[in-house]
């Protein structure tokens, strides 16, 4: 063997092998026991990040793992290539999004290639391209018929510029994120998906997912958010009623004012008599939509001049607001305020001068008048609540309920966070909803023989806006039911739609229809998914929805599509910059030298600031190309630093240092293989860490514990390193080559062949192990005298005490201690240790 080992030439010559051999084409009719890995599919943006690098690393040792035990693997990839970034290129490069999406892709495929990863390019997809979102056209339509898809006028924000909708995320400060518009609200008609009507179903389900980080399924639960409470009405001094809801009806006696939505009829209504109310509404509608904009932005109401008569007491008149913090579509679009127990509520009360009253006492303190800035939320008992006094707050909640519904003014009732999935999109980039829009019939659903619904290619960017829409034949057709003139529906599906179901699409890909029940479910669920925590929301909510849906109108019979989830760390680079505040001027590594903790730009010699660490980004530039680290280290040395360094679910900080002690670490092993020969004799302290080891990284790998795996094998390869010459020794290294394999995928199927061994190591079953040697028959006990460590003895495990004593008073060490003399007390802890009183 050469003395080096030569990564490039390795990586080259077995990634060629794994190829012609349809090495990881994962097999339906295999007869062993099927294991899904999957990691969140990647956005075709361009290259690969270091990002994705680490992601897809950890998938991989599993898949290999999971190869290596027995198990047929399917570990496929594929790209989720509709979205809004395609369209940006569009306009800013003068280029078609698809040619840049798949311009992008062929990048992005071969640079995966190169880092070696066992996927199933077979079942390779993107989610662009007909053979895919046709069969989403498919299941759209099959929703519709059965219930679950319908159209409704919703409130969206419409930038006037570029003639789009945008989602909340793009809405900043009132304005549109590209164009600088202030952002209009809109009704327009939307297709929504009736995820309502699984919220217990999605709440429920959370429980039976024992493999799902704890923090994933609260942030699912409280985006669901049940909330059970009371739905009553107030009469209004004009006449009419207002229905609220509260989750909080034992605070009824603290109201001090009643808020309704902008959009509520109510304020609509004030608004055509107004045009104060009017400017008001208007300043709400260009205020943030977004449930955390409206956490964060100033409260603002508009006194109505309205009052509300409380439920209990005729004479107790509650003022009514227009507020920007009510949302129409969360309860009825109305609430009361009770400011001493709801923080937004206290707030807005203090901004407008409204009574605080405290209803449920602090401790001992239960006087009436609440002081302070911030709201009381905690336990206690009912104060200042008439017949609500001394109940605790569950007590007194179900006893409002039992007297509104008794009085025929309030129902208990249960309302979700959740609302219905609006799936409609105004953008070119996306699945055409299969619709036809007819003056006559309505909605139409297109023919299933005329599926897919194509995207024309012929479109321009020039104009902003959904090309769709000014396609001059595109959406011109004639009506399926009447064959009258109609128009093809040119919203566009989500793109959350497109990664709610490719893991049953990589399961099984027939021609014919999106999938067959019978192969997807002998893969599904998905045995183990990994992915970023951005996306432990909607991603995997839809996606959740999507199969329960399927199971719904019978095409399949899973629930739960993944049912084990690891949410990885990220990779965190230093930042470089020049400036401050928002002036900075950011450097990439590359333009900089860096010594001794100082950095200095290249071109002009002058200091440069080193900044926090935080995670790679190209707009702080201090993102590392795997393509060249790989080119220069091999792909096994950037595979090995992305397994060793930290904790997977933490961030892990990118080092030259790192990824240089991960290149020497491939060469020591490399080392350990050169010249390897035959040896007699036996070193069972050797055994015994070698099957320690093939157990530990075993289950390391398993629980995606890929840095402990990594810290037994540096144990290892030292014991090795150290040990003599022997069978024992040979036998060692020779199986060493299977350990790492998963994780030194070249190096490993390199040494193997050295080795003479037939086939691929990928091929190649995981190191049986010998359950004898994991338990120690040796152990160190520590000799002490008065107290102090002197000396320690490896001896027999479960000596008897005289043995032990007479092997610590014999020690060479003790002897001279003692100078002859005899101890004057000898205390014996078996197994551990030897203290002798002189």
């Known amino acids: 063997m050469a003395s080096r080992f030569n990564p490039l030439k390795a990586d080259a010559a077995w990634q060629k092998v794994w190829e012609e051999r349809r090495t990881f084409a994962a097999r339906d009719d295999s007869p062993k026991p099927k294991s899904y890995v999957l990691e969140m599919f990647p956005y075709p943006s361009g290259r690969i990040h270091m990002g994705h690098v680490r992601n897809y690393t950890m ?56 880092l070696g990863f066992a996927l199933d390019w077979t079942r390779e997809l993107a989610t662009c391209e007909p053979e895919y979102y046709g069969h989403e056209q498919a299941l ?31 809405v900043i400060d009132g304005k549109g994120w590209r164009s600088g518009a202030e952002v209009e609200k809109r009704q327009l008609d939307q297709w929504f998906l009736k995820i309502t009507d699984f919220a217990d179903d999605l709440l429920e389900g959370l429980k039976s997912l024992d493999h799902w980080p704890d923090k994933v399924k609260l942030m699912q639960e409280n985006w669901i958010g049940k909330s059970q409470g009371l739905q009553f009405r107030f009469a209004l001094s004009d006449g009419r009623d207002v229905e609220v809801f509260t989750t909080r009806p034992d605070t009824i006696f603290g109201s001090s004012f009643v808020a309704i939505s902008a959009d509520h009829p109510i304020a609509q209504k004030l608004a055509e008599g107004s045009e104060d109310v009017a400017a008001f509404i208007a300043r709400c509608k260009a205020g943030g939509t977004s449930a955390a904009e409206i956490e964060t932005q100033e409260k603002l109401g508009f006194d109505t001049g309205l009052t509300a008569t409380h439920p209990f007491d005729s004479e107790w008149k509650i003022p009514v607001y227009i507020a920007n913090f009510v949302l129409m579509d969360y309860g009825v679009g109305a609430v009361f305020g009770v400011p001493a127990h709801d923080q937004r509520d206290l707030d807005f009360a203090r901004k407008y001068g409204l009574p605080v009253r405290r209803v449920v006492s602090e401790g001992d303190n239960e006087a009436p008048e609440f002081h302070g800035d911030e709201a009381y939320t905690g336990p206690g008992t009912l104060v200042n609540s008439h017949f609500l006094n001394g109940m605790d707050v569950a007590d007194a909640k179900r006893e409002v309920i039992t007297r509104a519904e008794a009085d025929g003014w309030g129902q208990g009732t249960t309302v979700w966070r959740l609302r219905d999935w609006g799936v409609s999109r105004q953008r070119y980039w996306g699945t055409p909803i299969p619709i036809i829009r007819c003056e006559s019939c309505g909605s139409v659903p297109v023919p299933r023989d005329q599926l897919p619904v194509k995207l024309p290619e012929d479109v321009s960017f020039e104009i902003p806006g959904n090309p769709l829409v000014r396609h001059p034949t595109w959406k011109h057709v004639d009506c399926p039911s009447c064959g009258g003139k109609a128009e093809r529906e040119t919203d566009t599906l989500d793109t959350f739609a497109d990664s709610s179901w490719y893991f049953i699409r990589f399961a099984s890909q027939p ?25 432990a929301i909607l991603h995997l909510l839809y996606a959740r929805f999507f199969t329960r849906a399927l199971q719904h ?47 200095t730009l290249k071109q002009d010699g002058q200091s440069v600031s080193i900044g926090r660490i935080e995670k790679m980004s190209k707009s702080k530039k201090n993102t590392v190309d795997p393509t060249e680290i790989v080119d220069q280290y091999g792909a096994d040395a950037v595979r090995w630093f992305m397994l060793s360094d930290s904790p997977p679910e933490r961030d892990l900080e990118w080092s030259e240092n790192g990824i240089e002690g991960a290149w020497r670490f491939v060469n020591r092993l490399w080392r350990l293989f050169d010249g390897l020969e035959d040896a007699q004799g036996e070193d069972k302290g050797l055994d015994r860490k070698l099957h320690q080891t093939i157990a530990g990284v075993a289950e390391d790998i398993e629980g995606l514990s890929f840095n402990k795996a990594v810290a037994k094998l540096y144990e290892l390869v030292n014991a090795v390193e150290k040990a003599k010459p022997s069978a024992s020794r040979t036998a060692a290294i020779r199986t060493l080559a299977r350990i790492v394999a998963p994780m030194v995928p070249h190096f490993a199927e390199e040494v193997w062949a050295t080795m003479g061994e037939e086939g691929l190591i990928a091929d190649a079953a995981w190191p049986q192990v010998d ?8 152990v160190t006990v520590a000799i002490q005298v008065n107290g102090k460590l002197r000396d320690t003895l490896l001896l027999p495990k479960g000596s008897p005490r005289e043995s032990v004593e007479a092997a610590a008073l014999a020690s060479e060490k003790i002897v001279r201690l003692l100078e002859g003399k005899a101890p004057k007390k000898v205390i014996v802890v078996p197994d551990r240790l030897v203290n002798i009183v002189a």
Not at 93 to 101: A, E, I, L, Q, R
Not at 555 to 579: C, I, N, S, W
């Open 771 to 778: 359950s004898a040697l994991l338990v120690e028959d040796e």
């Open 140 to 170: 759209f339509l099959d929703f519709l018929e059965a219930g679950l898809v319908y159209r409704k006028k919703a409130t969206v924000n419409w930038d006037p510029v570029d003639m789009t909708v945008l989602a909340n995320e793009q």
């Open 59 to 114: 998938g991989d040792v599993l898949a290999r793992f999971r190869r290596m035990t027995g198990h047929e693997v399917l570990h496929p990839m594929g790209w989720d290539a509709f979205g809004m970034p395609a369209e940006n290129a569009a306009m800013e490069k003068k280029v078609h999004p698809g040619s840049w999406t798949r311009e992008n892709i062929d990048t992005m495929r071969a640079q995966l290639k190169r």
């Open 553 to 599: 109108i019978g095409k399949l019979d899973v629930a739960e599509p993944f049912a084990g989830l690891f949410t990885q760390g990220m990779v965190t680079h230093e930042t470089y910059y020049r400036g401050d505040g928002s002036h900075r001027v950011w450097y990439n590594p590359e333009e900089l030298d860096i010594s001794g903790g100082s950095a």
């Open 511 to 535: 021609d014919d229809k999106p999938f067959d029940k019978a192969i997807a479910e002998q893969w599904l669920p998905v045995g183990q998914y990994i992915g970023g925590v951005e996306h």
